[in-house]
């Protein structure tokens, strides 16, 4: 099976950068995504990699290093609405499917 | 914008009975999976399908079984529900591109 670790918890002040790890072990790999999940709600897209560097989004930025299988999520100028769960996920070739972590529960305090 | 529904948001069974959850997507996406998502292990794939009537196993199909006979429609049913399957449920699409999945509001099932 696919193997991807990400941290249970982190905690953060309202304006600070927070920076979510994600690594993975994986038979291959096509590809890295990001989701952000409310409580309650749906997972919604962030960011996807595939190929090493970063990708940048407005105040999130995602970053890839395929040969460490090593990717991180950073979130920055932090606001009360970022608290949620992010996930992390992977796919490996010729599979239609995703892998997921166990996802990171980010807190904002004022 | 995609649009993925779920039957129902909230559901409460009783030991041994058959559920049906059902999920209806608006994209005309190739590939369809059930996921069910529980405190601590995050999202595991029950089942996927990537064509009409075509499915496969994920990674816990154990209980649980599906159906897709319209494309844009793809059911996930619990022949005999047990405690442990009280869950949330997501449904989720994706085109045959492998590009990023789109996921409906999920089901939250409590079996008593």
């Known amino acids: 099976g696919q193997n991807i670790d990400q941290p249970t918890e982190m905690t953060a002040t309202e304006g600070a950068i927070v920076q979510i790890n994600c690594t993975y072990q994986t038979s291959g790999f096509n590809g890295l995504f990001w989701y952000q999940q409310h409580a309650g709600e749906a997972p919604t897209f962030l960011s996807y990699?595939?190929?090493?560097g970063l990708e940048e989004k407005g105040r999130f930025s995602s970053f890839l290093s395929r040969s460490k299988g090593y990717s991180y999520l950073l979130l920055k100028e932090l606001q009360m609405k970022d608290s949620a769960s992010y996930l992390c996920?992977?796919?490996?070739?010729?599979?239609?499917?995703?892998?997921f972590g166990a996802g990171t529960t980010v807190t904002v305090r004022a | 914008d995609v649009k993925v529904t779920q039957s129902s948001r909230y559901l409460v069974k009783r030991t041994g009975e058959k559920v049906f959850l059902e999920c209806v997507q608006d994209?005309?996406?190739?590939?369809m999976f059930w996921y069910r998502q529980d405190p601590g292990l995050g999202l595991r794939l029950i089942y996927f399908s990537y064509d009409v009537k075509m499915k496969e196993k994920g990674d816990i199909p154990e209980g649980y079984s599906v159906s897709r006979e319209k494309k844009e429609r793809f059911s996930l049913i619990l022949e005999s529900a047990s405690t442990n399957q009280t869950s949330m449920y997501l449904c989720?699409?994706?085109?045959?591109?492998?590009?990023?999945?789109?996921f409906g509001p999920g089901t939250r099932l409590t079996v008593t």
């Open positions: 994209m005309d996406h190739e590939n």
């Open positions: 989720a699409t994706g085109t045959s591109s492998l590009s990023e999945q789109y």
């Open positions: 990699n595939v190929l090493d």
């Open positions: 996920a992977v796919r490996v070739p010729n599979d239609y499917k995703l892998s």
